[in-house]
């Protein structure tokens, strides 16, 4: 397999204003250091790391949204110079048109993009069979529960055919079993259409269940700590995946990994706070 995407010792620093006005200067906040990794076609990789490692600012980087202050992400071997259309992107909160119904959401996008009414209208039609809500297509996103309206975005997303999926902690704000019926959908979706996926998350277990690989973070200034090569898929055809020894083998491996890291992180914010 070849590689899909490439992080080249990427550094980022953000300017930020000082915290005593009188000083009136700025100061630079090194979000990200010497990141360099690579994700392969058609992968599915999870990130983990304590909050405000970088997480986001990763994902932002790579959909186009900043630019590294060092280093070259490279899609397909060409650097990244900004958005587009072979990179979906699908955040916590949904941002649906809540004036567009479910399928007028994915069509949207689609009209944009040139597509003419009769192909946007299947192309929806099929991607919201897909994820699940054939029938709900006419339903505005008020109609919809907080998994729906997740499912539409989802749907939105895979329906420019992107080559890459970067999904910022997507389920974050489902309830338990909403999300890991999602998570099981998200499994057949990616094996179905063969994206490559990077999945941000704070939940160790999700990143297991999900993830052919799991990236852990350091505390920030982020870098990547480890990846595990994760085996719990392989070993297991039929059993529930989260009740097999392996996964609470790597559960405990990663937070083995993760325990300093969230532990330096607190200590840091309560630095930030008292400072
Ligand atoms: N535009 C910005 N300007 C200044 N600092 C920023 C900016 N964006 C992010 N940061 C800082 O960079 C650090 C990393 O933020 P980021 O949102 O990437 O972390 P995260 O790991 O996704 O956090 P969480 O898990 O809490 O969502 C944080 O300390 C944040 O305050």
Redesign the pocket.
């Known amino acids: 397999m070849t590689n899909k995407i490439e992080f080249d010792h990427v550094s980022k620093i ?3 204003r000082e915290s005593d006005e009188r000083k009136g200067g700025v100061k630079e ?1 090194t ?1 990200l250091k010497n990141v360099h990794f690579s994700v392969k076609t058609g992968e599915f990789l999870s990130l983990v ?10 994902l ?1 980087l790579l959909g186009g949204l900043t630019k590294p202050t060092s280093g070259r992400i490279l899609l397909d071997g060409k650097p990244i110079d900004g958005p587009g259309l072979d990179r979906g992107i699908v955040f916590q909160q949904y941002a649906l048109f809540p004036w567009k119904t479910a399928k007028g959401n994915i069509e949207f996008g689609l009209e944009s993009k040139g597509v003419p009414k009769k192909e946007r209208t299947e192309i929806a039609r099929h991607f919201l069979s897909l994820v699940g809500l054939s029938g709900f297509e006419n339903r505005y996103p008020h109609e919809l529960s907080g998994g729906m309206k997740q499912r539409v975005a989802i749907a939105r997303s895979l329906a420019f055919n992107p080559e890459v999926l970067l999904m910022d ?1 997507p389920f974050a704000a489902l309830d338990a079993q909403t999300r890991e019926t999602l998570q099981t959908e998200l499994l057949q979706i990616w094996e179905k259409t063969k994206k490559t996926i990077i999945f ?1 998350t ?1 939940g160790i277990d999700e990143a297991v269940y999900l993830g052919q690989r799991v990236a852990v ?1 350091t505390s ?1 200034p ?1 870098t990547i700590k480890q990846i595990i090569n994760n085996q719990v898929h392989s070993n297991s055809e039929e059993e529930d995946l989260r009740s097999t020894a392996e996964f609470a083998r790597t559960r405990h491996q990663i937070w083995d990994l993760l325990r300093e890291e969230v532990s330096k992180a607190q200590t840091f914010e309560k630095k930030t706070q008292s400072a």
């Open positions: 953000f300017k930020i906040f979000a790391g304590p909050s405000g490692c970088g997480k986001s600012t990763l932002d902690e941000i704070h973070m920030r982020g």
